[in-house]
């Protein structure tokens, strides 16, 4: 009898001589970068370093695109853009120790986000692995265990024979629900040491789908046809499991309102009459979430800013569907099922009967003019015009992200994304830094349309270097910088607490002519030219950055 997987094991002919006859002068690097592409790596991000040379060097004997970025943390959040966008694994290639350990936050990022990113690192030389201190350059005592509380599986390979294999499973892990970063590292010896080994061909590390058990569906779908008020809280694994679609289908079956949090932006339609939109953080809309008798959460695990900072208190059933086995019922007991998104959504909508609800839209319109009402009430018209000329300047499908600044803040709740998949932010681990390197990956992943990155002037200067970066490849990423002299949201929050802030005010360079000594077109704008400004520079080719000088507030809280 013949198996299927005997026609994979068994070679051909053709197979057979090239193995036989390995390209002279290659080495581990090279195992390396051939085992990317096999698993169908285009593109990699990175940055050079003593150990990693055998890595980098194989680049140019490979189809991959290069893309390098001038900090190790910014080619990480560069990566994990890219992993965001495409849904598919982000190699990172980076050096020992210290080009190591300045990736740290942009793996924290990815992880807290479920962003596929494989950091590839080199190692000092084999002898000195075991944690003795032998002196060579950028040594740790154990470099891995400084990744392991944050990525998702570490892998040391200590042979070129382990390479192709250790990067497969890494690659693997990655890409399983929920996606995330994962860490290899190989040493400086058996990357530069040659190799006869064959060259690696097509490899298969796809992950299998994690399916819901079907008890469990059943008694969700129970629960959600027979409810007087159910309610959605739709979270980022919607959108990173394409899931969308499905989560339309099951509200508009159930007459279920739906808020997505603000990693979920995008997930359901913004204008739909049963869309809460996005403003979790609000008394009201925690309100009606607590009035739920049945409450499905979707792809979110109800951390601080999903809940309105933990005071959401849910009187009625909570069904959590989430792929991150630590997330289920983490914060609130209820009927937990672990699956990815798109699969228990489907389940879901082949189980549950359609139920009816004329009042749901009457009471999302209610809700939504109360979350109105209260904002007006602030005086904080220049804040929602700002994000109206930005809707308005930036094309439907252009993704967009977003640093730690007040106007993200106040995107988080009051932007529009209009599509999924096209509105990032770091707030996941909530880092400075993001937005503009995180709008290189994006573009480097579609250069066939414009992307836009926010950032204030102090998360501006993380990155700064990165102009050079994007002027070098041409990337399409207008850069806008919101100058207010310093941590805006970090002075407003010492001021309410303390009466004055510390350490929040920045001196800061002529933006507009720093990035003009890139070579990139800059324009400095004000709040009345924004929307005019902006759209001209999103739709210039290459890189471009628009500065606008203002002071922002943020909307009153209602968790205190």
């Not at 120790?97 to 080199?122: D, R």
Request: net charge negative.
């Amino acid at each position: 009898m013949t198996h299927d997987h005997d026609l994979v094991l068994r070679p051909t002919a053709a197979q057979i001589a090239a193995a036989l006859t390995p390209p002279a002068g290659r080495n581990g690097g090279d195992l390396v970068i051939e085992t990317l592409a096999g698993l169908g790596a285009t593109t990699v991000f990175g940055l050079p370093g003593q150990h990693a040379l055998g890595m980098f060097d194989a680049l140019r004997r490979s189809d991959l695109r290069y893309v390098g970025l001038r900090v190790e943390n910014n080619a990480g959040f560069a990566a994990d853009a890219y992993g965001r966008i495409t849904g598919q694994v982000a190699p990172l290639l980076l050096s020992t120790g210290p080009g190591a350990l300045t990736s740290l936050a942009a793996l924290q990022e990815a992880a807290a986000a479920s962003a596929p990113v494989l950091a590839i690192s080199s190692q000092i030389p084999s002898a000195g692995l075991g944690g003795g201190r032998h002196g060579y350059l950028h040594e740790l005592r154990d470099q891995k265990a400084s990744f392991r509380d944050i990525v998702k599986s570490v892998h040391t390979v200590r042979t070129a024979s382990q390479i192709p294999s250790a990067i497969a499973a890494a690659w693997e892990s990655a890409l399983s629900a929920p996606h995330g970063p994962v860490w290899v590292e190989i040493p400086q010896d058996v990357l530069l040491a040659e190799t006869g080994l064959p060259v690696v061909t097509a490899m298969d590390a796809t992950p299998r789908d994690l399916v819901p058990r079907p008890e469990l569906t059943a008694v969700a779908a129970h629960l959600l046809q027979n409810a007087e008020r159910p309610a959605i809280i739709a979270g980022g694994g919607v959108v990173r499991s394409d899931a969308s679609g499905k989560l339309l289908a099951l509200a508009e079956k159930l007459d279920a309102p739906v808020v997505t949090t603000f990693g979920g932006k995008g997930a359901f339609p913004w204008e739909h009459p049963l869309s809460m939109q996005s403003w979790l953080e609000d008394r009201h809309t925690t309100d009606l979430l607590e009035d739920a008798d049945v409450l499905l959460v979707v792809g979110s695990g109800l951390g601080e800013l999903s809940s309105n900072y933990h005071t959401f208190a849910p009187r009625g059933r909570v069904v959590q569907i989430e792929a991150d086995l630590g997330k289920l019922e983490s914060n609130h007991a209820g009927l937990g099922i672990h699956a990815d998104a798109r699969i228990a959504l489907t389940a879901l909508l082949e189980t549950v009967v359609a139920r009816r609800d004329p009042s749901a839209a009457e009471r999302v319109a209610t809700l939504l003019a109360k979350v109105r009402e209260r904002i007006a009430g602030q005086g904080l018209t220049l804040e929602q015009q700002l994000i109206s000329a930005v809707r308005d300047a930036l094309p439907d499908d252009a993704p967009s992200f977003w640093d730690m600044t007040i106007l993200a803040y106040w995107a988080w709740s009051a932007f529009d994304a209009r599509r999924p998949n096209t509105m990032h932010s770091a707030q996941g681990a909530g880092g400075l830094g993001y937005g503009f390197p995180a709008a290189l990956g994006a573009a480097a992943a579609d250069p066939g349309r414009p992307v836009l990155a926010v950032s204030g002037d102090g998360g501006a200067m993380y990155s700064i270097a990165e102009l050079a970066t994007a002027k070098q490849y041409g990337l399409p990423v207008t850069w806008l910088i919101v100058d207010d002299g310093g941590y805006g949201i970090l002075r407003e929050y010492m001021t309410d607490a303390f009466g004055e802030a510390t350490g929040t005010e920045l001196s800061r360079p002529d933006f507009v002519a720093l990035a003009e000594s890139f070579g990139v077109p800059a324009v400095r704008t004000s709040t009345e030219s924004l929307r005019e400004d902006l759209a001209k520079s999103l739709a210039q080719p290459g890189p471009s950055v628009v500065v606008l000088p203002a002071v922002l507030r943020m909307f009153a809280p209602t968790h205190l």
